[in-house]
């Protein structure tokens, strides 16, 4: 793949094709070879997915989270991963993707993506990601676009009507109501020992859960809803659908080949091919459909949805007014009965909404509360009372939600009995409350309130978990058991194991909680939890978790578990997080090299920082000479007030030769070579080196090695400077800590013509 343009000329690419054809996967990649970039993904459990991918190569503090309800934003993030509405296009960056741009033609969401495709755009590079269905659409609208049509990377086989019997292994099962969605894990629970359960209402921690269950191979079998349709990656061989209506929001309809395909695509994953089939008695889908998601090939998309995006707030009628607008377009439909525009219409029915509606800020305001979307599905007047008393406090004396009154509705949700549909009730409404709690200025101690929120909604998952478990997974079918469980922090003692054959099945699906919660727990932590020990091994209180290893670079270590009895599914979200902490250690560490005073340095001091963060803070003056020949003076007073110095042999940065800098850049030394080092006291100031470790290793640990001796970069030019005066050599020893004998050669190698280390 060639580097980002660096020649300040946009480029647009749209990578088109079926599923499976690692678009995501490659918008992902090249947005990391840019400086900065967004992407916006069109569900928030894939937002999330994709958010532990990019913090697991580059840190959490390099990338904000940004959805609905989730708004994790460090102070300076590099990359942000967005759902598509909660994307923040007025910010710049370097790259800018859009998936599933074909949800243009959505009759909910469409204006919102078409708005993405007319406006959002990277400085430097802006892909969109989709369907071969967009194309003709975004030839018209797009036309200096570049077309990159992707091929699957596997096989898709219809396999008929298949009894439920007769669902190999690794099957997902597909419906479109809650309901049917447990009539059949319920079935095959029966009859196959039991599924998984996804549905789009379910949180990241519960869906998680789940799918940590379905991919550690405890059963054999996911039943979920079309949820499973964006990208979501699991190991699927096989697709059955046991329907093929679904409730759109406004009618039943048949789903549409293009839509069945986008489902059916999950079976097989990279170059493993995949079947899909109805699920019997339902008959099998006829032979042109069969053939045309074989074939990828569908109608092209005739029209999308628009919405302006230069609204009028100066009343509520001059609003409804200019969302009215005729689209400028053939091809571009107007969407008119979007969730937000019929709440507002609702509102402007109402005296007292209209009575405080009176000027532009009012009015914005009003259509900002229209935004809070309606997780519950209630019945539209249920919400639009929750919107109207949002408003009218909002515009109230104190222009803020009482405090009292938002207790009122949260309490009652941090509830954790009741059935799963109840638990799901209570889990969309929190949804909503996160919403609004993210709205800082419309609540006093915004933060409190955020964190209640997801502390209520990681205790309903928790508890949707168990309780999804316990229906639809038979205990004594289960194919792998845990072997002991934790609760709380790893440091807590190991709880006895349950019997094979547990006595009842509330036992059981305790059981099977337990491990996917401690995860999350660890997953959610802060990074203040973790710390490293002077063998490099990552640890949780007193309990160990990884240990440091090679990766790619020295700058980006590799880890490796040193937890037993977890599943596939926990093993990598653990791996995950603990590889995004190291990153952010990694980032901590260098901070002093990437100090915002060294953002106007020219070339030769860009290349010399390079140099640095490569060496850890340190870098020698022989390999960096034609850096240091051409700094310019302000270039070199940037650097002084960083605190980079720049000596006759040796460059570094003062802050990183402390001694808890040195102890972590001997740890990245000590996982990059894979042999144990042994570190020189905290006050040392030389010691002899090793003949098992290489020069550069050394430099990178902040003590080059000169004459024979590795001594610390900060003391080289102190002992050069008095040897290059005359001291004698008993003074340099004493300054060294060594034999005098050891000095001439020290001496001879910092004289001025020379300059070089042991090579």
Same mark, same amino acid.
């Given at each position: ?71 994790? +934003? ?28 074909? &949800? ?12 993405? &495709? ?23 609208? =797009? ?15 219809? #396999? ?20 049917? +969605? ?16 996804? &549905? ?15 991919? @550690? /191979? ?20 096989? +697709? ?33 091919? /995949? ?12 032979? @042109? ?25 100066s009343s509520v009628d001059a609003l409804m007014t200019s969302m009215r607008q005729r689209p400028h377009a053939a091809c571009l439909e107007l969407q008119d009965g979007a969730e ?23 009015? !914005? ?67 909503? *409350? ?26 309903? !998952? ?12 038979? $205990? ?22 349950? $019997? ?17 919660? *401690? ?29 440091? #290893? ?30 995004? *902490?190291?990153?952010? *250690? ?50 070199? !007073? ?7 110095? =720049? ?6 940065? #003062? ?15 000590? #996982? ?41 970069a900060d003391v080289i030019e102190v002992v050069a400077s008095r040897a290059a005066s005359g001291a004698s050599a008993a003074e340099i020893a004493r300054r060294l800590g060594c ?21």
């Open positions: 793949m060639h580097p980002p343009r660096a020649d300040g000329v946009q480029s647009i690419t749209a990578q088109l094709g079926p599923t499976n054809t690692g678009k995501t996967h490659r918008a992902v990649e090249r947005m990391l070879q840019h400086q900065t970039g967004m992407i916006g993904l069109p569900l928030r459990l894939l937002a999330r997915e994709v958010y532990d991918r990019v913090s697991a190569r580059v840190g959490e503090g390099a990338v904000a989270l940004v959805t609905g309800e989730e708004k994790r +934003v460090p102070p300076r993030p590099r990359y942000w991963v967005c759902t598509v509405e909660a994307m923040p296009i007025e910010r710049e960056v370097d790259f800018l993707a859009v998936d599933e741009i074909q &949800l243009c033609g959505h009759s909910e969401r469409g204006h919102v993506f078409t708005d993405r &495709l007319l406006h959002g755009r990277g400085r430097q590079e802006t892909w969109f990601l989709g369907a071969d269905t967009i194309r003709p659409i975004l030839e018209r609208l =797009v036309p200096t676009a570049v077309i990159d049509r992707r091929p699957r990377l596997s096989h898709l086989y219809g #396999a008929g009507a298949l009894p439920l019997r007769g669902l190999p292994p690794r099957t997902a099962v597909v419906a479109f109501s809650a309901g049917a +969605v447990y009539r059949l894990a319920e079935r095959l629970r029966v009859r196959r020992g039991g599924a998984a359960v996804v &549905l789009g209402a379910l949180s990241p921690r519960a869906r998680n859960a789940q799918v940590a269950l379905y991919q @550690a /191979g405890e059963v054999d079998y996911l039943v979920a809803t079309d949820a499973i349709g964006m990208g979501l990656n699991m190991d699927v061989d096989c +697709v059955a659908f046991a329907e093929l209506c679904k409730f759109d929001g406004r009618q039943k309809r048949e789903l549409e080949d293009a839509e069945l395909a986008q489902i059916a695509g999950r079976a097989g994953r990279h170059h493993n091919d /995949g079947r899909f089939a109805t699920l019997a008695p339902l008959p099998r889908l006829p032979a @042109a459909v069969s053939r045309a998601i074989e074939d990828h090939s569908f109608p092209m998309q005739k029209r999308i949805f628009w919405r302006s995006r230069e609204l009028d707030t937000d525009a019929r709440a507002l219409a609702r509102l402007r029915q109402d005296g007292e909404v209209m009575a405080r509606a009176r000027d532009a800020e009012s009015v !914005s305001l009003l259509w900002e509360v229209c935004q809070i979307p309606d997780y519950r599905q209630l019945q539209l007047d249920d919400h639009f009372q929750l919107l109207r008393a949002v408003f009218l406090q909002l515009r109230g004396a104190r222009q803020r939600l009482a405090d009292d009154w938002i207790r009122r509705h949260v309490d009652p949700l941090d509830d954790a009995q009741g059935d799963i549909d109840t638990l799901l009730a209570r889990m969309a409404f929190i949804r909503t *409350w996160t919403y609004i709690t993210h709205h800082t200025h419309w609540v006093d101690d915004a933060r409190a309130w955020q964190e209640r929120a997801r502390a209520i909604e990681d205790r309903l !998952s928790d508890a949707l978990h168990d309780k999804l478990v316990l229906r639809f997974v038979d $205990p004594t079918s289960r194919r792998t058991r845990a072997r002991g469980r934790r609760e709380g922090s790893l440091g807590e003692q190991l709880r006895a194991v349950v $019997p094979v054959l547990a006595e009842t099945r509330s036992e059981e699906a305790e059981q099977s909680a337990a491990i996917p919660r *401690w995860i999350d727990g660890l997953v959610e932590a802060a990074h203040e939890r973790f710390r490293l020990d002077g063998a490099g091994r990552i640890l949780d209180g007193g309990e160990v978790l990884a240990r440091l #290893a090679a990766g790619v670079d020295r700058l980006r270590p590799e880890v490796t578990l040193l937890v037993d009895d977890l599943g596939a599914g926990q093993r990598l979200r653990l791996h995950r997080r603990l590889v995004a *902490w190291t990153r952010d *250690w990694v980032v901590q560490l260098l901070a002093p090299l990437r100090d915002e005073r060294l953002a106007s340095l020219g070339a030769a001091g860009r290349g010399l920082v390079y140099q640095l963060e490569q060496g850890l803070g340190t870098a020698l003056v022989v390999h960096a000479r034609e850096q240091v020949r051409e700094l310019a003076p302000h270039d070199r !007073s940037a650097l002084g007030r960083a605190g980079v110095r =720049v000596g006759r042999h040796v460059v570094f940065s #003062a802050r990183l030769m402390q001694p808890a800098a040195l102890r972590e850049r001997a740890l990245l030394c000590q #996982a990059e070579i894979g042999l144990r080092l042994d570190r020189p006291r905290a006050d040392a100031v030389s010691f002899l080196p090793s003949s098992e470790v290489s020069d550069p290793t050394y430099v990178a640990m902040g003590f080059p090695v000169i004459g024979g001796r590795a001594i610390r034999y005098c004998d050891e000095v001439e050669p020290i001496r001879h190698a910092l004289a001025p013509s020379r300059g070089r280390s042991r090579r």
